[in-house]
């Protein structure tokens, strides 16, 4: 059962939570895609559409998991295999890279994202906590939150509890004083509660909860969370 009064900072997860970050991946890769074609043609050539460029990227993560925790190292050295291996300049992996890094910052907000961080900031100091590589400063989220970790600069990624400690620490709390909320149930709410935080986990699609031990709360979107937490 949640303990309201016992929560005194919120951590929050940022892809899939705050927006849908498929169709943002899909962008930038069909984006940096379109990068090839005019700069390194042969790239484009041997690589024929974003899925096959997504394929080298996978191959990347499978043989390199010295950098499982860093979304950007991974994709920026999927560039720079694909570009050798067509015969394009390899050094051309920091401008494409930089063309994919910037569309997987354009989001598209779920309806209840913005509302509620207002409403949750208002009444805690919030901490973003991704395995990802956006930055909440490029996507207008700074003024929301007071601090931001990352795996890719902690050096390691959920469910990892160093992870959700230094989330702890950026709010200035203990972290069984904080709330951590997310929508992956292992990564997420699993992780958190393991790490001796509160959960709450976002399940937007209706999923049936894959564990036996549960979080204390589950909501739909994010006014939910409003909502119960404002009762």
Known sequence: MLKPEHIKAISLD???TL????????RAERLLHDWFATHAPRTAALYPGPQALRGIRDAVERQRPD???????????SIRLALSHAGDDPQLAGPA???????????????????????????YPLVSLSNGNAEI???????????????LQAGFSKPDPRIFQLAADAAGVQPHEVLHVGDDAHLDALAALQAGMQAAWVNRTQAAWPHAERPQLEVAHLGELVEILSA
């Open 14 to 16: 940022l892809d899939d």
């Open 19 to 26: 927006w849908p970050v498929w169709p943002t991946i899909d």
């Open 67 to 77: 950098l499982a925790h860093d979304m950007s190292a991974l994709r920026r050295e």
């Open 97 to 123: 890279f930089d063309v994919f890094l910037a569309e997987r910052h354009n989001v598209s907000f779920f309806p209840d994202a913005l509302p509620a961080l207002e409403a949750l900031a208002s009444r």
């Open 137 to 151: 400063s490029r996507v207008g989220l700074a003024p929301y939150f007071v601090g931001s970790v990352a795996a």
